[in-house]
């Protein structure tokens, strides 16, 4: 079955769709055009073939100009392929927000196979702001059902005044549960 963007009329298949390399490369390539709906274009084709172009995308999230990093993170983000967890996770300190919250929105389409990373990170670069900020983003959007009760704990050391000192504890006491097998209260 098949839905389709209404501005673009792009057809976007809910199945990875078989593409090459040179294929995966050159759409790749489209996503620095100027025209936005061939960057459109190009990005929802890239969702569609999957896992054989998350290696290519996580790439352009070094990039330099700031558009191709945001279409990047919005393909990963739709993708939702654990295979790019860390590379989003580290683009939660990106120096534009809007790319930052592509990242977070990716993660959060991850659910749990995005937190243990994110929890990683807040423990070895809790003094970021960037990455704090972002981090409670994606546990407030993760913090239902089993794992409210063990997040809720971890957005409150975020938002405290001593959220650089508290909140790597706190992460790591989260990251050794859940690494346990203990599920949430």
């Given at each position: 079955?098949?839905?389709?963007?209404?501005?673009?009329?792009?057809?976007?298949?809910?199945?990875?769709?078989?593409?090459?390399?040179?294929?995966?490369?050159?759409?790749?390539?489209k996503l620095?055009?100027?025209?936005?709906?061939?960057?459109?274009?190009?990005?929802?084709?890239?969702?569609?073939?999957?896992?054989?172009?998350?290696?290519?995308?996580?790439?352009?999230?070094?990039?330099?100009?700031?558009?191709?990093?945001?279409?990047?993170?919005?393909?990963?983000?739709?993708?939702?392929?654990?295979?790019?967890?860390?590379?989003?996770?580290?683009?939660?300190?990106?120096?534009?927000?809007?790319?930052?919250?592509?990242?977070?929105?990716?993660?959060?389409?991850?659910?749990?196979?995005?937190?243990?990373?994110?929890?990683?990170?807040?423990?070895?670069?809790?003094?970021?702001?960037?990455?704090?900020?972002?981090?409670?983003?994606?546990?407030h959007d993760?913090?239902?059902?089993?794992?409210?009760?063990?997040?809720?704990?971890?957005?409150?050391?975020?938002?405290?005044?001593?959220?650089?000192?508290e909140t790597?504890?706190?992460?790591?006491?989260?990251?050794?549960?859940?690494?346990?097998?203990?599920?949430?209260?």
């Amino acid at each position: 079955m098949q839905g389709s963007d209404e501005q673009t009329g792009h057809l976007r298949a809910n199945k990875d769709v078989h593409a090459d390399s040179n294929t995966i490369s050159l759409l790749i390539a489209k996503l620095a055009a100027r025209d936005g709906l061939e960057r459109e274009s190009a990005r929802w084709s890239l969702v569609d073939i999957g896992s054989p172009a998350v290696a290519g995308l996580i790439e352009l999230l070094e990039a330099l100009d700031e558009q191709v990093r945001w279409e990047a993170a919005k393909a990963l983000a739709a993708m939702a392929d654990p295979a790019a967890a860390d590379a989003l996770v580290k683009t939660l300190e990106d120096k534009v927000f809007d790319v930052r919250w592509l990242a977070a929105e990716g993660l959060i389409n991850l659910g749990r196979e995005g937190l243990i990373p994110l929890l990683k990170a807040l423990i070895e670069r809790s003094d970021s702001p960037w990455l704090r900020d972002a981090a409670h983003h994606v546990l407030h959007d993760l913090a239902v059902g089993e794992l409210e009760d063990l997040l809720e704990p971890i957005m409150d050391s975020l938002e405290g005044a001593e959220a650089a000192i508290e909140t790597p504890l706190m992460a790591k006491a989260i990251l050794d549960r859940l690494l346990s097998g203990q599920p949430g209260d």
